[in-house]
């Protein structure tokens, strides 16, 4: 057996721990060891499907209750998952299906296994020849043993769309899946007894597929799981899982950090009760310190500990977790000076703000690399720069995946030395805190100067009336003339031309006193309007597309 299963199944054995589901209308608390029965039915119900060892599954399922069996169910026959993207509402369904045909033809997909709320999907699977097992039908099965696994067999293949929209996914090892697991649990000194996971990531995204749901399998922890809609619709929800359960571990993007402030603003003293959090992660998106500032403000009536305010690096590429600070910390700031980074590369602190002329920037530090990773910045040219050298970041070690599946076949990530590009721009500071800037495709030059989408994104986030984290900064390459930006934004107002005019006028100053630049228009949408990945990131260069 690879460690990682070897590990889940004697976890199940043992443990008393396990996963509630259903709230906040009908919770359920099943431990490990029941989970690990149903999925011994459901790996019977796979293997009298022709489900085997080295076998690709697809998992169209929404519910934390039937994904966690499940997943397991398909590691018992030494199968992978894929977790495919989930129709909404607003999705043209035979899109969706010929999106959906594309993927299972790139992982060579022997079936998907389908669940709540997506059976409707079933006759457009089987309607183009794709073989449907439904969770109720795996439940059916009679209990098998698990088939043997070795470390180098595939357990996950993550979806990701990249920016062109074009599918690929990550090929992620049984062994990928321990080291990661391990880096992450001896970095948060997690205690299985008193610790108690949170969290309503969609598990499709590898930030909850693995931080939520396999790592906590593999170990035993205590997790209580709901869907993101349940969090959307309410996002007080998730405080009061918190509060309820004494949650201690939980994580998200940035956008939800300023949904829950607002939420714990307006909310009555009592209502909730935070001082059990250690770790409220933010990651996935880029990190705003004034976000965690504000949460920080919002959170302390309610018993919110801010050194528990944590921003995280992470990735699929490298299973998930990349850099995480230690416990008790909170948010590390690196105080540097705006225009040397911007024309240098250079990111130079700046000892004494107060005495400071020139212009700051406050960017998050993200940690410290967990172990068995490593990390260097390089230059176009591929040559290693010194520390606070602005770069491309590099990781390398045995949690980093070997390569993408695509549409034209497998496309190794790591070069000849085992080195993976992440396509992050950043720097790692004097005492190797990692810090990341941007994405190297989405970096605006003008006039010499390189600027970030991200810190255009934050201006424009704090304007009156802007939703959110729907934000977004896209390059306009003028031809002959000089390179400049757009501004995107949604705002509920957007039927409204008086609050649109004074957006677009807020966002014009508030974007002009961050980086020093106008953009060269400023687009107010609705709801929904700006395109998005599966995991909710907004796409940059589909927003330029929609432009022009």
Known sequence: MSRFTEEMYATARVSERGLVTGEPDAPLRQTWGEIHEIARRMAGGLAAAGIGHGDAVGVLAGMPVDIAPACQAVWMRGASITMLHQPTPRTDL??????????????????????????????????????????????????????????????????????????????????NFHVNAYAMFDRVKFKLDDDVMVSWLPLFHDMGMVGFLSVPMQFGAE???????????????????????????????NFAYSLLARRLRNADDGAVDLSSVRYMWNGAEPVDADTMDTLAAAGKRFGLNPMALTPVYGMAETTLAVSIPDPGLGQVLDLVDADLLEALGKAVPVRHPEHHHGNLRRLPTLGYLVDNLEGRIVDHEGTVLPVRSVGIIELRGPAVTSGYVTTNGFRPALDSEGWLDTGDIGYFTEDGLVVVCGRMKDVIIMGGRNIYPTDIERAALRVKGVRPGNAVAVRLDAGHKRESFAVVVESNDFQNPTEVKRIEHDIIH???????????????????????????KLRRSATAAHLS
Request: hydrophobic share 45%.
């Open 94 to 175: 035979q899109v969706w299906a010929r999106d959906t045909e594309t993927v299972l033809n790139m992982i060579e997909a022997r079936a998907v296994i389908l669940g709540a709320p997506f059976e409707v999907a079933e006759p457009l699977l089987r309607e183009r020849g794709i073989d449907v097992v439904t969770m109720d039908g795996m439940r059916a099965g009679a209990p098998v043993d698990p088939l043997p696994t070795g470390e180098a067999d595939i357990a996950l293949q993550q979806l990701t769309s990249g920016s062109t929209g074009i599918p690929k996914a990550v090929r992620i090892t049984h062994g």
């Open 223 to 253: 997790v209580v799981c709901v869907t993101p809609l349940d969090f959307l619709m309410r996002p007080m929800l998730w405080a009061e899982l918190i509060s309820k359960y004494r949650g201690t571990v939980t994580a998200a993007p």
């Open 510 to 536: 508030a974007v002009f006193s961050e980086v020093g630049v106008r953009p060269r228009s400023v687009t107010v949408l609705g709801p929904g309007a700006l395109p998005k990945t599966s995991s909710g």
